[in-house]
């Protein structure tokens, strides 16, 4: 329990901004098998969501909350995911060799590509989102969050990761994961999903799985096309967009609840 505990907690030092205590040891073994608790993190990420949303709720404007919702869970990550959606824009909208694609992929600054992908599906989120009540908001967050993030790690578990030099931040995870922590993420990635379609008694969401198997084959195809595999960056335009797909889904097939 003492190591599943730490593995958690190197998982929040990782992927968020939340503090661990130093004296949290750290190898790159350990972010490896962290990665199965990824999809937790999805759960503390829309927690803090929800739970902004819950306060200002009553205070403020539905769209104003929202909004500050998204950029609640943008803080708490420290954008690490919408860097990897933004990086993959630039690298595969303007490289067209697999070295120049991770050249700019590798690179810090944001292009063209970039920020005209981070306003699209920024704001293709939040019109999602603000179809729907506040209540429904709150489930489709606690249901995107974890999810699109497994969607992440099944890439890592059937890909091979491309890059050769050994100071990219994604290295560890890069290593694989196995079957068994693939399970273990599969249980808090689709447990939300489950408890959303019971809790609305509204079966039609499971239209959400096709659209998000469709999304993920086309990132796939699309990265073993021009590089071969995946990368960090990779990893991170998956989740942002896996995350979008749920948003769509929830608004189109709820309606008819707000």
Not at 10 to 15: E, G, L, P, R, S
Not at 60 to 82: C, D, K, N, Q, R
Not at 84 to 111: N, P, Q, V
Not at 180 to 208: C, E, K, R, V
Request: aromatic fraction near 12%; charge should be positive.
């Amino acid at each position: 329990m003492k190591k599943q505990w730490q593995l958690l907690l190197t998982a929040i030092m990782f992927y968020t901004r939340i503090h661990v205590p130093v004296s949290v040891p750290y190898t790159p073994e350990m972010l490896n098998k962290a990665t199965r608790f990824l999809p937790l993190i999805g759960w503390i990420t829309g927690s803090f969501m929800i739970g902004l949303l819950y306060i200002l709720g009553t205070i403020a404007p539905p769209m104003i909350s929202i909004l500050l919702s998204i950029i609640m869970g943008v803080w708490v990550t420290g954008a690490f995911h919408e860097d990897g959606f933004a990086d993959m824009c630039d690298g595969f909208g303007g490289g067209w060799t697999k070295e120049k694609i991770l050249d700019i992929m590798k690179d810090s600054r944001i292009g063209t590509y970039g920020m005209l992908g981070l306003l699209l599906i920024m704001t293709l989120k939040f019109l999602a989102l603000r179809e729907l009540s506040l209540p429904l908001v709150m489930i489709t967050i606690i249901t995107a969050q974890p999810l699109s993030r497994f969607m992440a790690i099944t890439v890592v578990y059937t890909h091979q990761y491309v890059r050769e030099n050994d100071d990219s931040k994604a290295k560890p995870i890069a290593q694989g994961i196995s079957l068994s922590d693939l399970a273990i993420a599969a249980i808090w990635g689709w447990l939300p999903f489950i408890g959303a379609i019971i809790y609305l008694h509204n079966y039609t969401l499971l239209l959400t799985i096709p659209a998000l198997i469709l999304a993920r084959w086309y990132l796939v195809r699309l990265m073993q096309k021009w590089i071969g595999g995946y990368t960090g960056d990779c990893l991170g335009a998956v989740q942002q967009v896996s995350e979008t797909v749920i948003y769509l889904c929830f608004c189109i097939l709820t309606w008819k609840y707000t």
